[in-house]
Each structure stands twice: as C-alpha cells, then as structure tokens.
C-alpha cells in the first residue's frame, strides 16, 4: 500500500469513529438535548434520553475520549456540553438530513410543534422565528449575505450598537463571528456565530425571549411580539404557537 492510500486509509477510520459516536441512539439522544447550548449532569441527560444514569455515564466517557463534547467540573458535580462551535454545525447538518421522528403522541406533536417555532441551536436562534428574524435583518439592510457568512454593513453596526449589542467586543471571541447556518426544519439559513449568540442573549435579557425548562425551545413572550414588531417589522400576534 502507498503512502497515499495508507492517508485515506487513517481518514477514513477517524470519519468512522466519529460516525459510531454519534449514530448510536441513546448517545445522539443525548447530543440533541446538548443542543441547547447549556451544560447538563449525567442525571439530566439521562433522564432526557430515557436510559439509566450509568449507561449515560459510559456513552458520555465514549463521546468525551471522542472530542464531541466537554466536561466542567464543579465541586463533586460533573456537568457536560457540546465540545464547540464546529461540533455543533455537524449535528445541525445532521438533523437537516435525518428523517423526522415519527410522532406517536398529542405531547410528542406539541413539543415538535414548540421546537420548530422557536429554539436554541447550540447557542442562538434557530427555528421559524430565528429565520424570520435573519430575514427581517437583512430586508433592513442590517445584514449582508455572503457566500458562507452574513456581514454587516454600517447601518448594521449603528442597529446592534442600539441594540446593546457591541460588535468589536464580540469580533474579538476566538470563533466564527455571522456565519449562516441551515436551520434543519425550516430548510433556509439563521444568522449564527458569536453576533447570533449576543442577539439571542439581547433578547432574553430585555424579557422578550425565554428559554422553556427541559427543552430546546424558546418561548416569546408579550413583551418580545411587541417588542419584534416593533423594532424588526415581525408580527407573530397572529402566528399559532
């Protein structure tokens, strides 16, 4: 074997790995709650991914050795997330393409129905109220559409600096800064990066958005439909939630 096929040979068995990590249920089961962009226990991911507190310690051990996902530790307490940025764009590519669970309850039909609304993905906006929100960015010229990336024009940096919202500060964060990311059930993109992040954490902080316990999804709140209509031309007062 040359040296060119011995490469392929070592690429190929590194894709694998990584494939098994995350094609197995209980441990994908567990990635999809990690992507909420928040730090969970053992416990809790257990308990979401519907299996015992040990086997989630050992799938957790797996996918830590593997680089998916990351470990803080905090007295006797262990908590887990997402790895980075880069891990998180794999598993949204990965919900693009996977088929849709088959919804078997009226729970089941009204959490995929909150999801799809309006989510985290890993740590911004994601879902129909994320895309329209991208959408109202850009239809006021406070964002620009590139090829991987969103950029922003003057008018943009005036609207986020009145947003509270300080572009320098965040270009500085060692991770991507606007790029568009596929949102996996509305099939369009999302503003993400380190600007889609400080834009989700503006709008929970002016009470407009709240993130909903043991979910990914957000819910907007009285204050946030009047507050989107107001200042980005979004109207949800009619939208069925």
Wanted: include cysteine; charge should be neutral.
């Amino acid at each position: 074997m040359d040296a060119k096929g011995g490469d392929d040979q070592l690429a190929q068995s590194n894709v694998a790995e990584i494939a098994s990590i995350v094609s197995e249920s209980s441990r994908a089961a567990m990635l999809t709650v990690l992507m909420d962009g928040r730090f969970h226990t053992a416990s809790e991911l257990a308990h979401r991914a519907g299996i015992k507190p040990q086997t989630a310690s050992f799938h957790l051990s797996k996918m830590q050795e593997a680089g998916v996902i990351a470990l803080e530790k905090q007295g006797r307490h262990r908590y887990y997330g997402i790895l980075n940025e880069e891990v998180a764009k794999v598993m949204e590519s990965l919900l693009f393409i996977a088929p849709p669970v088959k919804i078997k309850s009226l729970k089941q039909s009204s959490q995929d129905k909150a999801i799809r609304y309006a989510r985290t993905c890993y740590d911004h906006l994601a879902g129909n109220v994320g895309v329209q929100l991208t959408d109202a960015l850009l239809k006021a010229g406070f964002l620009e559409e590139e090829k991987e990336n969103f950029m922003v024009p003057e008018e943009g940096v005036r609207f986020f600096g009145e947003m509270g919202i300080e572009l320098e500060r965040i270009r500085k964060k060692r991770r991507s800064f606007s790029y568009r990311c596929l949102d996996w059930s509305e099939r369009r993109h999302h503003l993400a990066g380190s600007l889609g992040n400080a834009l989700l954490e503006r709008l929970l902080e002016l009470g407009w958005m709240q993130r909903v316990p043991q979910s990914r999804a957000v819910k907007i709140t009285e204050a946030g439909i009047t507050g989107l209509k107001t200042t980005f031309g979004i109207d949800l007062s009619l939208e069925e939630k």
